[in-house]
Nanobody, 124 residues
């Protein structure tokens, strides 16, 4: 069992930055692939980024590649999402998720555990 708690969301102007954190409970955090997803009002949940258990492999959605960076600290049971050059279209609730499957996946159905989400609002 893994429990996930996101933090770091907020309001920022376009071009600004935010760093999201996701703290995980449980001793097996390092065994999980971790991902970030987002959901804007009236839209489906969208993949943002994923990172392998070791942190050695990452995978990004095309819309955020080059602007967002996913990382993890297994000693702190925490995964991060550094978001730079934010755009109004990045506005959404951001969720972190954990998958026991080792594959980096953009499919939300492969993730086993989810956090409650944190709101990110980017104004123009």
């Amino acid at each position: 069992q893994v429990q996930l708690v996101e933090s770091g969301g907020g309001s920022v102007q376009a071009g600004g930055s935010l760093r999201l954190s996701c703290a995980a409970s449980g001793r097996t955090f390092s065994a999980y692939t971790m991902g970030w997803f987002r959901q804007a009002p009236g839209k489906e949940r969208e993949f943002v980024a994923a990172i392998s258990w070791s942190g050695g492999n990452t995978y990004y959605a095309g819309s955020v590649k080059g602007r967002f960076t996913i990382s993890r600290d297994n000693a702190k049971n925490t995964v991060y999402l550094q978001m730079n050059s934010l755009k109004p279209e990045d506005t959404a609730v951001y969720y972190c998720a954990a998958a026991f499957s080792g594959a980096l996946s953009a499919d939300h159905r492969t993730y086993d555990y989810w956090g409650q989400g944190t709101q990110v609002t980017v104004s123009s």
